[in-house]
């Protein structure tokens, strides 16, 4: 991994006429975490978007050196396709490392579900195959919104262990959750910070 | 030429797999015949109209899919899974053009064949309307995915999709027949540069498109 880096100077965010939030500065350097914290509708998901490069930032910049990877409610997998054509399809887009795939699904224990077309998965594993694109990606940069939604336990330990390994390589993990995520010692956002309300 | 490879080949398999690929083929039959009922068994008649009835059959045809070259994937987030990847939405409509033409073109100039039979047409005007539909249905695929751009994410998008392609299909539809009757060649020379416009604008303007919708 050559220079990798997220940087938000004062972010700001309107959607629909509304200020979402503004003022948000974030350093994120290789091995770092960050947690946005706040209730639904507050513009995690939206924060997680400019990351991203998804949306524009109303104001402020936003400065990214390093590919990214993104996982969020939507799916992004073809339902007919067998889990693992699925998977291979965005793994031929990223260049993916021969193997990166095999050991993407290992890593989310999907591999038993190779062959079953994703139509047929439930909602906790539908989650992980979309972390297996993640990790698969090798982008260093990960955002992963909501990530622990419909993760059972045992699930949720793979997501930590899989987050720990990204960020002993030198990694950046940005999770955005209201509920308990396992990052190990993450800067926190608490979004509701840089509400409008203040304003 | 890679990712635009796996691009197209991901949109082909995937129009297979939605079945959307006969509807137009079944529609252009069915037009044609239907036709004969309406306006009566006149072999004549049939042979001076029927290849006019098909190039509106074959436009009417390529509308079809419309509201599944897009919005599906837009709505599943594989767009924006794309575009992270920073691969360009141009690209990305381009590899959409190829695999629709694909799926929609050779299958529409083979059930021409049948439909021209039912229509009595005769040798020489159904080479003249498979050399037309072979320049014109690119045109068609663009024109189809280019409003499919443009509709995507919008309520009663089949509709409005239907309402803004067809002012611009006139081009395509008045030197697509013209071809028939017109021993010039000259028609066909038009046809193809409408074609060739459409197809050319159709990656720039769907892409920008693309990106407007995801504000």
Redesign the interface.
């Known amino acids: 991994m050559s220079r990798v880096g997220l940087h938000l100077s004062d972010v700001a965010c309107v959607r629909g006429g509304r200020l979402l939030f503004r003022g948000v500065d974030l350093a994120m350097e290789p091995g770092g975490s960050a947690l946005l914290k706040g209730p639904n509708g507050i513009g995690k998901s939206s924060l997680m978007r400019i990351c991203a490069g998804l949306l524009r930032a109303s104001a402020g910049t936003v400065d990214r050196h390093g590919r990214v990877a993104l996982t969020d409610e939507r799916l992004a997998l073809d339902m007919e396709q067998p889990l693992g054509a699925a998977l291979g399809f965005w793994a031929r887009l990223d260049a993916a490392a021969p193997g990166a795939l095999d050991a993407a699904l290992a890593a989310m224990a999907l591999e038993p579900l190779r062959q079953v077309p994703v139509r047929m998965l439930s909602t906790g594993q539908r989650k992980r195959a979309a972390l297996a694109r993640v990790i698969a990606s090798g982008a260093p940069i990960w955002l992963l919104d909501e990530p622990g939604n419909g993760l059972d336990d045992a699930a949720l330990e793979l997501l930590g262990d899989a987050v720990a390994v990204h960020l002993a390589k030198g990694g950046i993990v940005i999770a955005a959750s209201h509920q308990p995520v396992p990052l190990v010692t993450p800067v926190v956002l608490a979004m509701a910070d840089f509400g409008a309300e203040d304003a | 030429m890679n990712?635009l490879l796996?691009?197209a080949s991901?949109d082909l398999r995937?129009a297979w797999?939605s079945a959307g690929l006969w509807l137009p083929v079944a529609f252009l039959l069915l037009v044609a015949s239907l036709y004969p009922f309406a306006v009566g068994p006149d072999a004549a008649l049939l042979r001076r109209t029927g290849g006019g009835m098909l190039w509106i059959a074959a436009l009417l045809a390529s509308l079809l899919p419309v509201d599944r070259l897009v919005a599906p994937d837009r709505?599943?987030?594989?767009l924006?899974?794309?575009?992270?990847?920073?691969?360009g939405e141009e690209m990305v409509v381009l590899a959409r053009l190829i695999a629709h033409w694909l799926g929609f073109g050779p299958a529409l100039m083979i059930a021409t064949l049948p439909a021209a039979a039912l229509l009595k047409l005769d040798g020489a005007t159904i080479g003249l309307l498979e050399a037309g539909l072979l320049i014109g249905t690119p045109a068609l695929a663009a024109l189809g995915l280019l409003v499919a751009t443009l509709t995507a994410g919008l309520r009663s998008s089949g509709a409005l999709a239907g309402l803004l392609a067809l002012p611009l299909a006139v081009p395509l539809l008045i030197f697509g027949a013209g071809t028939l009757g017109d021993g010039s060649g000259a028609a066909l020379k038009f046809l193809g540069a409408a074609s060739l416009l459409l197809v050319a604008i159709t990656p720039f303007a769907g892409g920008a498109a693309v990106r407007a919708g995801?504000?």
Request: hydrophobic share 40%.
């Open positions: 990712i796996t691009l991901r995937q797999q709505d599943a987030g594989v924006d899974q794309i575009a992270l990847r920073g691969i995801r504000e």
